[in-house]
């Protein structure tokens, strides 16, 4: 299996400025990182991933940092906006079977 | 294309009763998972499907729960005799066999009194 952890827990920042949140893991195995936005009475939606062979991904003002070495990965929002605001949770697949280990979720909120 | 479909999106049961919920996954994806999501935490696989087959089922509470995909399309999570601590949204998932991308559906509000 695997054991992800993330922090924060919550988050307040305030509109136009930037959001990290920081993902641990345990298996070196783990190969695939994706982050997922779960708004309220809503079903969680894929942001952004990245796989073990990049260090680094961005798209849309998301930029996503891998390290393998000290098993950490990490989501950065830049320009945050009040449509920002949700939960957002990191995971990590440690085979190839498609199985999926969430962190327990960041609470951002951005403030006008 | 059509998303993740389940059904009911809410549910409310005394201790002890039965339910069911379904899954309609996204067409041609192979791989469904039933995911358990508590208040206030990350979602936790419960159960996953490649076709018909469970692929792993060791998270399942295997006295209570219990899930089938007999035809490898649509799936059924039943839960026997509920409990308290069952109180959580069963969130339903499906990808294609070779990719990674897990596609959400709206899940179901479980609430145990």
């Known amino acids: 299996g695997e054991q992800v952890e993330q922090l924060p827990s919550i988050l307040r920042v305030q509109e136009g400025s930037s959001a990290s949140i920081n993902c641990t893991y345990e298996n070196s195995a783990s190969n695939y990182f994706p982050w997922y936005k779960q708004e309220p009475g809503e079903n969680p939606k894929l942001i952004i991933d990245?796989?073990?062979?990049?260090e680094r991904k961005q798209t849309q003002g998301l930029i996503v940092l891998l390290d393998k070495k000290a098993k950490r990965f990490s989501l950065h929002i830049t320009d945050t906006q009040p449509g920002d605001s949700a939960m957002y949770f990191c995971a990590a697949n440690p085979d190839s079977n498609n199985r999926i280990f969430f962190g327990d979720g960041t609470q951002l909120v951005v403030k006008p | 294309e059509a998303g993740v479909t389940q059904s009911p999106r809410y549910a409310v049961l005394q201790e002890g009763q039965a339910v069911s919920f379904w899954c309609d996954p996204i067409?041609?994806?192979?791989?469904l998972y039933w995911y358990q999501q508590p208040r206030d935490q990350g979602p936790q696989l419960l159960v996953y499907?490649?076709?018909?087959?469970?692929?792993?089922n060791s998270q399942l509470p295997s006295d209570r729960f219990s899930a089938v995909r007999p035809k490898g399309t649509n799936s059924t999570l039943k839960i026997q005799s509920a409990k308290q601590g069952d109180t959580a949204t069963y969130l339903c998932?499906?990808?294609?066999?070779?990719?990674?991308?897990?596609?959400f559906g709206p899940g179901t509000r479980l609430t145990v009194l």
């Open positions: 067409s041609g994806h192979d791989t």
């Open positions: 499907f490649r076709d018909e087959a469970v692929i792993d």
């Open positions: 998932a499906s990808s294609r066999d070779w990719g990674y991308e897990q596609y």
């Open positions: 990245i796989r073990s062979n990049m």
